[in-house]
């Protein structure tokens, strides 16, 4: 199964960046998908995620209001819209796609996402 993201790079606090997630892991077994980050010496966190059908989506607290997640089932592709970005978004971004009766799922090898204050 691949999982592949795009769309990070390096954007001035305050502005905004588009991330995409694609997968080759087959629809009807996907409940959902999501995306995490990682910063240097932290703990992954849960940004936001999104059942396949574009219903229950959630955020982590520190997103709230500013990311948007959406996902296309027809092409088995996830958007993460991702405005008024602070330094402290700064991070490696992961796609997860999760099966259904798979809590893990799949992951993406990440796309890095630098905010400059």
């Known amino acids: 199964v691949q999982v592949v993201e795009s769309g990070g790079g390096l954007v001035q606090a305050g502005g905004s960046l588009r991330l995409t997630c694609t997968t080759s892991e087959n629809m009807f077994s996907i409940r959902e998908m999501g995306w995490y980050r990682q910063a240097p010496g932290q703990q992954r966190e849960m940004v936001a995620t999104i059942h396949k059908t574009g219903r229950d989506a959630t955020y982590g607290d520190s997103v709230k209001g500013r990311f948007t997640i959406s996902i296309n089932e027809a092409t088995a592709t996830t958007w993460l819209q991702m405005n008024s970005l602070k330094p402290e978004d700064t991070a490696l971004y992961l796609c997860?796609?999760?099966?259904?009766?798979?809590?893990?799922?799949?992951w993406g090898p990440g796309t890095q996402v630098t905010v400059s204050s």
């Open positions: 997860n796609v999760e099966p259904y009766g798979d809590d893990y799922g799949f």
